[in-house]
């Protein structure tokens, strides 16, 4: 599946371990801090082409996913909520509700995506069985 992403590689040290060729590290160090389409395979890794016959391939926490423009949520009441990354933190998403004419009910909220998915599985996520 195809997602917008935003490179976020904060320490190259496993990368140059791991990488024999200097050009190949070049890379991942030129394209970091910037904004690519890239594939997301079922283990999470996203492989981005670089340039026509260069590519990269890059870990979960390399990677953040990003949503440039203001999407829809759902809705709350008669109002809608609408979520994108925040242009301040890469690790964090902005939240606003806006009424049926786009106007803005509450000012955008910034909240780490950690939160929110910690939010979800406490209140959304299935309790394992206690055994007895």
Known sequence: ????????????????????NPEELAL???????TYDAE???????????TEDDYIELA?????IMIEEWTKAGNIGDCTLETKSDPADD???LYRLVDASGNEKEQPVSLSK????????TWFGKNAKKEE
């Open 1 to 20: 599946m195809k997602r917008r992403v935003k490179v976020t590689i904060e320490d190259f040290s496993s990368l140059q371990e791991n990488l024999n």
């Open 28 to 34: 991942y160090q030129g394209a970091n801090g910037h």
């Open 40 to 50: 997301i395979e079922h283990d999470g890794y996203a492989i981005i082409d670089v």
């Open 60 to 64: 979960p926490g390399e990677y953040q």
């Open 91 to 93: 690790k964090a998403m």
């Open 114 to 121: 950690q939160v929110v998915e910690l939010l979800g599985k």
